[in-house]
C-alpha cells in the first residue's frame, strides 16, 4: 500500500433503527494524519464509528481498512488491524484504578491477545506484566501518571478523556476514531488533549475525530468530513469546507 493511498474507505454504508435512517449512503476516504468529522446533532457521526468498528453491522455498504474489508468483522478483529474507537460517553469501569483500567486495556480490546495469554500457559505472567509496565507507560506519554491510583471515577471529565485515549492507543493501532473527545473537557487540558493527538500524530497514529468547534477543525486537520442526515455533505481540505455554503446552510438549518 502506498503512502498516498487512504488508510479507510467507506463506501454506501447504511444504518436504519426502525424507521428512522442514521445512514444514508454515506461514502468517504481517510488519509494517514489527523481527520475531523463534522456535523449537527443526529447526522449519524457516532452511528458511523460504530459501523466503521463492528459495534453495529451495516445494512448495506462496505468498509475497508488499509486495503481490507472488514465490513463484517466484530471490534475485536478490527482492533487485531490496527483501527479502534473511543466513545461519546467514556466506557472506563469507575470502581477500578487508572493502573487497573489501562493493564486490561490490551487484553480487554483484543481478542487475539486474550487468545494468545490463554495459549501460551506458562507466558501468561509475562503477559501480566507487560500489561502493568506497558499501563505505566502509556500513562507517562498521555501525562496521567500522577493518577495512576485513583479510581477512574473520580477522574475529571478530560482526565477520562485522556484515560480514554491511552486505552485506545494500548492496543497499538494504526487509526484511533476519538467520537467527541473535547465534550466536557476544560480548555486548558482541551489543549494538552489537542497537543498529544498532534503528538501522537508524527509518532505515526492516524486519527479520525469528532469535533464541533470549527476553529479547532481548522488548526489541527488535515482533511475534514461533513455528515448531515447520514449521508456526507461535502470532504476535503477545511478551508475550502468552511466557506461552502451547502455546509453553513446545514448548520443554520438544523
Ligand atoms: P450524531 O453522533 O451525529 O449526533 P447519531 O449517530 O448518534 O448522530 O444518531 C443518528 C440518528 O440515529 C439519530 O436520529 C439518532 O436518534 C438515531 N439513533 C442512533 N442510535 C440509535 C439507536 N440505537 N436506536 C435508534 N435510533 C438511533
Ligand atoms: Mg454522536
Redesign the pocket.
Known amino acids: 500500500v502506498a503512502v498516498t493511498d487512504p488508510i479507510l474507505e467507506v463506501a454506501d454504508v447504511e444504518k436504519h433503527?426502525?424507521g428512522?435512517t442514521?445512514l444514508d449512503n454515506a461514502t468517504f476516504d481517510v488519509d494517514p494524519g489527523i481527520t475531523g468529522l463534522i456535523?449537527?446533532?443526529?447526522?449519524?457521526?457516532?452511528?458511523?464509528f460504530d459501523c466503521i468498528t463492528g459495534f453495529l453491522q451495516p445494512d448495506g455498504g462496505s468498509v475497508r481498512f488499509r486495503g481490507e474489508d472488514v465490513t463484517a468483522e466484530r471490534p475485536p478483529s478490527v482492533a487485531d488491524r490496527g483501527l479502534v474507537r473511543t466513545f461519546?460517553i467514556p466506557r472506563e469501569l469507575p470502581e477500578m484504578t487508572v493502573r487497573e483500567n489501562l493493564a486490561l486495556a490490551p487484553k480487554g480490546q483484543s481478542g487475539e491477545r486474550l487468545v494468545t495469554a490463554w495459549t501460551r500457559g506458562g507466558d501468561y505472567f509475562d503477559d501480566e506484566r507487560d500489561a502493568q509496565a506497558g499501563a505505566v507507560e502509556m500513562a507517562e506519554r498521555l501525562e496521567i501518571d500522577h493518577l495512576l491510583d485513583a479510581p477512574a471515577g473520580d477522574l475529571s471529565g478530560g482526565q477520562r478523556k485522556l484515560l480514554e485515549l491511552a486505552r485506545a492507543l494500548l492496543t497499538e493501532p494504526d487509526l484511533v476514531l476519538l467520537d467527541e473527545p473535547l465534550a466536557g473537557v476544560n480548555p486548558t487540558l482541551e489543549n494538552k488533549i489537542l497537543d498529544h493527538i498532534q503528538r501522537l500524530e508524527s509518532e505515526g497514529y492516524s486519527f479520525l475525530f469528532?469535533e464541533h468547534d470549527i476553529d479547532v477543525i481548522m488548526e489541527y486537520c488535515q482533511e475534514v468530513i461533513v455528515?448531515h442526515q447520514?449521508a456526507v455533505l461535502t470532504a476535503g481540505d477545511p478551508q475550502a469546507v468552511r466557506s461552502d455554503e451547502r455546509v453553513i446552510e446545514a448548520y443554520l438549518g438544523g
Not at 456535523?39 to 458511523?48: F, R, V, Y
Open positions: 433503527f426502525g428512522i442514521a456535523g449537527p446533532n443526529g447526522a449519524g457521526k457516532s452511528t458511523m461519546q469528532i455528515m447520514g
